[in-house]
Nanobody
């Protein structure tokens, strides 16, 4: 099994910054893609950003130029640096990882709340 634990959420004013972290633990032999999604209660979960093992990144148009995804494979951790935050970024942010145990599967963290408000 793979466990993902997020941290770094909180409340910030518009224009501010936050950095989210997500660390993977458990019995797996490899992780390929790691990334972030977000979800407002009552809405669909939406893609935010991903990063592959070779450093290729992908971003939702709504966060391009403001968010940066990175990872430290030695620490089994993925980060999301969020800058120039807007009220519409308010959401629960979920970490996800594609990991190899007996087979390749996708795993999710429990989510961390980000609130952008004046």
């Amino acid at each position: 099994q793979v466990q993902l634990v997020e941290s770094g959420g909180g409340a910030v004013q518009p224009g501010g910054s936050l950095r989210l972290s997500c660390t993977a633990s458990g019995r797996f032999s490899a992780i390929s893609v790691m990334g972030w999604h977000r979800q407002v209660p009552g809405n669909r979960r939406e893609f935010v950003a991903t990063m592959t093992t070779d450093g290729t990144t992908n971003y939702a148009n709504s966060v391009k130029g403001r968010f940066t995804v990175s990872r430290d494979d030695a620490k089994r951790t993925v980060y999301l640096q969020m800058s120039a935050l807007k009220t519409e970024d308010t959401s629960v942010y979920y970490c996800d990882a594609h990991a190899l145990t007996d087979d390749w599967n996708s795993y999710w963290g429990q989510g961390t709340q980000v609130t952008v408000s004046s």
